[in-house]
């Protein structure tokens, strides 16, 4: 009977857990116009230090919502601004930051193999409070870390938007 009785209690445990998992999600994501500031003001950052860059900010799937180019910016900071930006929301993390990863550590060294990953600085995630709704990625600026500091700079700009 105490077998009995503790088969049944397992057994109900179990189907609660079945009935109060979630079926739908709700989750944060990026806007467009959250989107379009960003960009916009992660151009301006890296025009005002110098920098011909192009900004293309994604959401938390890594699916582009906005792309800026400065006039006079490579052809190639197209791509790399999305490859940045999609690997930062994938990883949630910083580009910069999963690089020096990477030449520290052999194990994370194979993180360049996956497809569509770009360790070099320039991407930063956005967050709203501890969710990634999407990144930010920067291609043009002299440097990666130039890249990531005018990504930085248009997040404060934007910092009241997420919330």
């Given at each position: ?66 792309v800026q180019r400065a006039d006079n910016a490579g052809p190639h ?83 009241d938007l997420l919330k």
């Amino acid at each position: 009977m105490r077998r009995f009785a503790t088969t049944l209690v397992l057994a109900a445990c179990a189907a609660a857990s079945t009935v109060n998992a979630q079926a739908v999600r709700t989750e944060r994501n990026m806007s467009l116009e959250l989107a379009n500031q960003l960009a916009a003001a992660t151009v301006a950052a890296c025009t005002a230090g110098g920098y011909n860059v192009t900004a293309t900010v994604v959401d938390r799937a890594g699916t582009v919502r906005a792309v800026q180019r400065a006039d006079n910016a490579g052809p190639h900071t197209v791509a790399a601004s999305f490859g940045k930006a999609f690997t930062s929301a994938s990883a949630r993390n910083t580009t910069l930051a999963m690089m020096e990863g990477a030449q520290k550590n052999p194990a994370a060294a194979n993180l360049v193999y996956i497809p569509g990953f770009l360790l070099v600085g320039g991407g930063v995630p956005v967050r709203v409070g501890n969710d990634v709704i999407g990144a930010v990625g920067v291609g043009g600026a002299p440097g990666g870390h130039l890249d990531e500091q005018c990504a930085v700079a248009a997040l404060e700009k934007v910092k009241d938007l997420l919330k």
